[in-house]
């Protein structure tokens, strides 16, 4: 392969031809962002499996589709782990049924429930001559998203494991709940209640 060919390795994850849909069906173009402190650490790209381009690289991860850190999310438990295609498909089925079920673009429903995720405050623990004090912090951005992803994946681990509800039908029901502010859903009542430790520690 000539030097003038080869992908430049700096390149965002999503470095694909503008009009591209993501799984070939869904439109990435018009997504609407609600947060902006966010809207930088939540990247759209119609690439779902970039291979590990930016594993390598300090907070490279935001350049990587939101989709696919989402789907990375979904394989860190012990029987999932490394099993992408397997996670890429139940994302795909997951997609079809929120669009059956909403009418809307599946990624602007998981935007949207990644915002609503997003813990806007937490506690960390000072010390003060050996006495241990919560405090109230806000949270950087980047580690909302990086929150954010963690309870949707907990809470579609946690309503299939070991129950009959299939894995595309738990993203789909949490990811819906989530952009809907279902205070029912895992993620949703993971953030109020850091937020309301937070608030009793402020």
Same mark, same amino acid.
């Given at each position: 392969?000539?030097?003038?060919?080869?992908?430049?390795p700096?390149?965002?994850?999503?470095?694909?031809? /503008? *009009?591209?849909?993501?799984?070939?069906?869904?439109e990435?173009?018009?997504?609407?962002?609600?947060?902006?402190?966010?809207?930088r650490?939540? =990247?759209?790209?119609?690439?779902?499996? +970039?291979? *590990?381009?930016?594993?390598? &690289?300090?907070?490279? &991860?935001?350049?990587?589709?939101?989709?696919? $850190?989402?789907?990375?999310?979904?394989?860190?438990?012990?029987?999932? +782990?490394?099993?992408?295609?397997?996670?890429?498909?139940?994302?795909?089925?997951?997609?079809?049924?929120?669009?059956?079920? =909403?009418?809307?673009?599946?990624?602007?429903?998981?935007? =949207?429930?990644?915002?609503?995720s997003?813990?806007?405050?937490? =506690? /960390? $623990?000072l010390?003060? *001559?050996?006495?241990?004090?919560? &405090?109230? /912090?806000?949270?950087?951005?980047?580690?909302?998203?990086?929150?954010?992803?963690?309870?949707?994946?907990?809470?579609?681990?946690?309503?299939?494991?070991?129950?009959? +509800?299939? /894995?595309?039908?738990?993203?789909?029901?949490?990811?819906? *709940?989530?952009?809907?502010?279902?205070?029912?859903?895992?993620?949703i009542?993971?953030?109020?209640?850091?937020? $309301?430790?937070?608030?009793?520690?402020?």
């Open positions: 392969m000539a030097a003038e060919d080869q992908p430049d700096d390149a965002p994850a999503g470095g694909a031809d /503008v *009009g591209a849909k993501l799984f070939g069906t869904w990435i173009d018009e997504i609407a962002y609600e947060d902006p402190s966010t809207e650490y939540i =990247t759209v790209t119609p690439v779902a499996h +970039t291979a *590990g381009r930016h594993a390598s &690289k300090q907070f490279k &991860k935001s350049q990587i589709s939101i989709v696919e $850190r989402f789907i990375n999310r979904l394989m860190q438990s012990e029987e999932n +782990t490394g099993k992408k295609q397997q996670t890429l498909n139940f994302v795909r089925e997951a997609f079809e049924l929120i669009h059956d079920r =909403t009418e809307e673009n599946p990624v602007q429903v998981l935007v =949207t429930a990644v915002e609503n997003a813990p806007r405050e937490e =506690t /960390v $623990r010390k003060y *001559g050996g006495i241990s004090v919560p &405090k109230a /912090v806000d949270v950087a951005p980047q580690r909302r998203v990086d929150q954010s992803l963690k309870f949707l994946a907990e809470g579609v681990h946690n309503a299939s494991f070991k129950s009959s +509800t299939s /894995v595309p039908e738990a993203i789909a029901s949490q990811l819906t *709940g989530a952009a809907n502010y279902d205070v029912q859903t895992y993620a009542s993971q953030k109020e209640e850091k937020e $309301r430790v937070a608030a009793a520690a402020r």
